[in-house]
């Protein structure tokens, strides 16, 4: 039973391919926050920047308003059309600058924390979305509450930057109810683009944190149980069993063919117990003497026994046997290294055959 309630536990760090595959289904992890604060900030920059030039445009658009002959406006329809045009003109100018910038730096944002994506199943229709029920239920979620409690937080934040900043400059505010107007208003500008920066800068600290913490949840979300892990592995990688079993039909058929070349070999190197190595050579065919099969312990005494059976020599070499069974793979040539041990042996075995084939 405590094996089962472990299995069930969310322990395991999500794979690469869980995260993949969230990916995929456009399930990633980012914070809307920090979208939010950066496009404000790069919207009230611009706005800084370009606030003498859209004083500019808009005291040209009221000089110009000022003076046409209003009593024609409604008698002449070019007059409100031309009205209608400049006035959209002015405002596009004016706002323009602001809205381009929030959509460079919104997108900007969204790329440098999900990069790019390509996801089409996030535009399939879901109706379990729009279900009543359904709905409730996400409204009362965990994820509600927690995105409840970061308003009130940030609603506390911008609160609390606020008091501090009216009571740092209470005295200078009663100051200016008696200095001209003009003095007034610079002093109240420059007052309220300092608190908005304040406000933008604690607004951007807690996007920050919003960021690391929406990046935690995502990775506890995406957690595996061990059982999950197997079951990955197994539809990844195959069943397990079914892979040694594979593994095994494969051996025994490399076996089978290696035994089958016994009989063409011109001899088998021994150290003489535990290793056979059977060798193989063509001079018409071959570059260099080959090794077309080898064995250890009881594949080894298989070997030998076959030899004996088809009357290929065996000749027994500790050093070179366990070399040629270290470096070289069945149907591969002998190294430079061993050429000339692997000769040695090749040539008195010829030469043994030709005294046997005179004797006869």
Known sequence: M????????????????RLDEARRKGDVASSKELNSVLILSGAFSVLILSSLFIFEVMSDYIAWLYGLELDKVFENKDIGKEILRETFYAAGKCIAP??????????????????????????????DKINPINGAKRLFSKKSLGEAAKGVFKFSVVLTITYFIITANITTFTGFLHTEAAEAFSYGKMFAFRLAGSILIGLLVVAIMDFFWEKFLYKEKLKMTKQQVKEESKEKDGNPEVK????????????????????NADVIVTNPTHISIVIRYDKLTMVAPQVVGKGQDHLAMRIREIAK?????????????????KTVKVGEGVPRSLYKAVAEILAFVYRMKRKLKALS
């Open 244 to 263: 040694q079993r594979i593994r095994a039909i494969q051996r025994e058929m490399s076996q089978k063919r290696m035994i089958a070349e016994i009989p």
């Open 309 to 325: 059976e088809h009357n290929i020599p065996i000749v027994e070499n500790v050093p070179l046997a366990r070399a040629l069974y």
């Open 98 to 127: 602001v809205f381009g910038t929030s959509f460079v730096l919104g997108l900007l944002s969204q790329v440098s924390q999900i990069g790019f994506i390509y996801a089409p199943d996030v535009l399939q229709v879901k109706f």
């Open 2 to 17: 405590a094996e089962d309630s472990d299995s069930g536990e969310k322990t395991e760090e999500p794979s690469q391919y």
